[in-house]
Structures are given as structure tokens and as C-alpha cells.
């Protein structure tokens, strides 16, 4: 028996809804890129803040229909069905998005590693769950190196080497969404908002009561408890938890982040969250620390400038960075 669980807004955002003479607090969910998402901003004109959120949504599903592999005639899925085969030209914002992504994966020592997608298919935690026998992950993880993939600027296009190789921007491409959607409020006029790509944040500017956005973070084990909150200024968030999505199979969990060292779901944390400018950046990075574990990742963490990070191991112990222990509050 398969049990699927998948909790989509995962990190909740603490607003209080306040209006102040003038300015007040505009709202809209959407269900785009397989989860849900909900902008929030604060403006004085009703009609404008529509339209900017609006616009926000339009720019995510654009990057969806770029990015996904669920879509067959996304640029992405161009390149992973030219595998082993030809380079295929793609847009430079996709260039661009792959080589931060490759960035990343240096940075956590592999732990960030688009090129998971042949162990994500095997392992469909999305569609239900499947568990693969060893001969089947050991076949996928001869063609999961990132070092694979050809990127050429200046043709403008992308190869991957091997056939059979898969890039998935699943761990990525949420916290570009909240980037781009956070750019895209701001050129509509919007000066203070939240945006929450699942559990990929940004949060600009300040309420319409002059405090802060808060953001609770989510308990990896009990449903509806935080763990804190922080408050955020022109700042991102992102949370990588086994808790997100995932199946439990004869009374073992097994979750959507893979660790491409053993080919099955990572099993040192129970959740990541980073704080840094953008989301793209806090994305990428706490699914690879997930995979990091604790030690090493936290590590990393304290070197990186202007990233913070809370890391709850596998046994629920938290350890929270230097810059972020005194930011954290129980309410
Ligand atoms: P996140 O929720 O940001 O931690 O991303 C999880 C998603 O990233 C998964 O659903 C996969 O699509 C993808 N993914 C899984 N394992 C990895 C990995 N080791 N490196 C990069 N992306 C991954
Ligand atoms: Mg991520």
C-alpha cells in the first residue's frame, strides 16, 4: 500500500491583514508549476495591485511553460529528449538559470544536481510514489553528472552528453518564479508585498503598518507548529523538507529530494531553510544542503556572505547560523 502526501504551502506567512488609512492588503492564490502560490501586496489602489498580481502570475506560468518536464514542448524538455544526441538551442534566460544551477551544485559539493532527473522518473514521488530495485539505480546514476551537461553560451544552446541524461529544475525553478514575479510587482508599481512560490519566498519592502513581513517556519514532525518566525525585509526564503512531498511505503518514508551520492531520497535532514537576497539563491541552496546533511552544510552556510540558514538533522535537532539565532522569535 502507497500513501501520498504532499503539504503545499509549507512555510506560512504571518500577515495581519491590517489596513492603515489609505494603503491595504491585496491577495491572490494560483496553482501553477505542480503547487500552490499566493502574492500578497500592499497598496493603496485596489485596481493596480490586481493587475500587478495579475502580470506576477502570467510571468510564473511563462517560466513554467519554459522549464517544466511535465510539459513536452518546453525548451527544457527539447534538451532532455535531444540527450546523447544534439545541442538544442534554447532562450539565454534558460542558459543563464542552468549555469547558476551548475554553480550551486559546486558549491554544495554535488549535493544540488540538476542532472537527477533519470532518479527523479525512476522514483515518481510526484505521480504516487515508486520504489526502484538496485540494479535500476545503479543504471540511473551512470548518467546523473552534471559535468554532462554542455552549456555554450555563445551558440546559445545546451547538451547533455549521455542519452538517457535528464536535467530537472524542480529544486530551482520556484525560487526564480519568486524572483521574477517579485521583479515583475515592482515594475507594475507595488513597493511592499510577499511572494510565495510554495515554500520559495520573497518578501519586499515593508507592511502597510510600517513592521515587517513575518514568515513561521514550518515544524518538519507536527502539522500547523512553527519552529519560529523570522521577520524579512528585501529578503528571500526557502524551506526543503521530507515533509513536502512525499510516500510511506511498509512504514518507511521516502521523499521528493534525491541524493544523487546513493540514488535514494537524502536521509540527513528533515528540513532546510535559507535566508539570503533572492530566491533563486536560497532555492537551489537548501535543497542541496538537504543533501549536504547538518555538519557540512551548515558549515557552508557560515562561509557563504549573506546567507543564513536553520537546519533540523534527521533526528530533529535544529541548528540555526550565527546571523539568524538572535532574528528567530517564538510569535
Ligand atoms: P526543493 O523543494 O526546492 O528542495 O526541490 C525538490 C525538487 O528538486 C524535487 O521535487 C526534484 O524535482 C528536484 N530534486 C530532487 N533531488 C534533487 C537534487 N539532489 N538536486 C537538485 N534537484 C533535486
Ligand atoms: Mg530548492
Known sequence: MVKIFQIILFICIISTGISEAGEGIFKKSK???????????????????????????????????????????SQLSRINSSAGKKAVKVDKELIRLIKRAIEYADMTDGGFNIAVGPLIKLWKVAEGGNIPDNDEIRRAKEIIN?????????????????????????????????????????????ASGIVAVAGDINAFGKKADGGKWRIG?????????????IDLEDEAVSTSGDYERFFIKDG????????????????????????AKEATATDGLSTGIFVMGPEKGMKLIERLPDVEGIIIDAKGNIAVSSGLKNRIKDR
Open 31 to 73: 496553482s501553477l508549476m505542480g503547487t500552490e502560490m499566493e502574492i500578497t501586496v500592499a497598496s493603496a489602489d485596489e485596481k493596480i495591485a490586481d493587475k500587478a498580481i495579475d502580470e506576477a502570475f502570467a510571468e510564473i506560468k511563462r517560466i513554467e511553460e519554459m522549464m517544466s518536464t511535465y510539459i513536452p514542448e
Open 146 to 190: 552534471y559535468k554532462d551537461i554542455a552549456v555554450d553560451e555563445k551558440k546559445g544552446a545546451v547538451f547533455l552528453r549521455k542519452k538517457g541524461m535528464a536535467i530537472d529544475l524542480g529544486g530551482i525553478a520556484k525560487g526564480y518564479a519568486s524572483d521574477r514575479a517579485e521583479a515583475v510587482l515592482k515594475k507594475n508599481g507595488i
Open 217 to 229: 517556519i514550518q515544524h518538519p514532525r507536527k502539522k500547523d507548529a512553527f519552529i519560529g518566525i
Open 252 to 275: 518507511k518514508r521516502y521523499h521528493h529530494i534525491i541524493d544523487p551520492n546513493t540514488g535514494e531520497p537524502a536521509a540527513k535532514c528533515q528540513s532546510v531553510t535559507v535566508v
